[in-house]
């Protein structure tokens, strides 16, 4: 049963556009999320996160999104830059205080940004 | 350091054989994890330590799978008698204190033939 859902195995945006990135989860208790960015033959990297008693992040030109009641999240990008194209991985854990709780990830969206 | 480094990056095995990871977390982090990424989907969480101490390790075929963290000496994933749906990269990542953010290292890419 998958706990963390990206839905939208690839993107395709054109350079100067902006790039929405979706994340679903069915887990109530999660509460700290977070979006990880990997490009091949790397590991991922932390990008940009969010606790769930806020509903916006905002870092440069990445804003998560957090819609606790819907259980929805999404990760924007703007203005799309071709430095972006890897795979997007979201990510849940139960506890925003860190520790050793570790993370559930989704199946991550591949993000292509067009010339 | 400062970066989490895993060795070998490529590993191959036959069916049955024994395979070893390694990984070297950051200096000061104290949680260190394993992940498994299967051709190239969601990653599995395998076992987690804080310090030298398994933390959670549900994620872990035990009969085969085998984790430690010892003081001094990097960090260590074996697998006893490898399966072919074993090939995967293998992931390690270390965390701060309560940050809940992960720092990953390139991965360990076994192949089982």
């Known amino acids: 049963d998958q706990q963390v859902k990206q839905n939208s195995p690839s993107l395709s945006v054109q350079e100067g556009r902006i790039s929405i990135l979706n994340c679903d989860y069915t887990?109530?208790?999660?509460?700290?999320f977070l979006w990880y960015k990997k490009y091949p033959a790397e590991g991922p990297t932390f990008l940009i996160s969010?606790?769930?008693?806020?509903d916006k992040n905002e870092d440069g030109r990445f804003t998560v999104f957090l819609n606790k009641s819907a259980k929805h999240l999404s990760l924007h990008i703007v203005p799309s830059q071709p430095g972006d194209s890897a795979v997007y991985f979201c990510?849940?854990?139960?506890?925003?205080?860190?520790?050793?709780?570790?993370?559930?990830f989704g199946k991550g969206t591949h993000l292509i940004i067009q010339p | 350091g400062e970066e989490v480094a895993q060795t070998p990056k490529h590993l191959v095995r036959g069916e049955g054989q024994k395979a070893k990871l390694y990984c070297a977390p950051i200096k000061g982090h104290s949680y260190v994890f394993w992940y498994q990424q299967v051709l190239k989907n969601e990653f599995k969480f395998l076992i987690s330590?804080?310090?030298?101490?398994?933390?959670?390790e549900t994620g872990m075929p035990k009969e085969r799978f085998s984790a430690k963290c010892l003081p001094n000496s990097p960090c260590s994933l074996e697998i006893q008698a490898t399966k072919l749906e074993d090939s995967a990269v293998y992931f390690c990542a270390s965390e701060r204190e309560n940050t809940g953010e992960l720092f990953f290292g390139e991965g360990s890419r076994l192949t089982v033939l």
């Open positions: 990510a849940a854990s139960m506890y925003s205080g860190g520790g050793a709780d570790g993370l559930t």
């Open positions: 330590f804080q310090n030298e101490n398994v933390f959670d």
């Open positions: 969010i606790s769930s008693i806020k």
């Open positions: 887990n109530s208790m999660f509460d700290y």
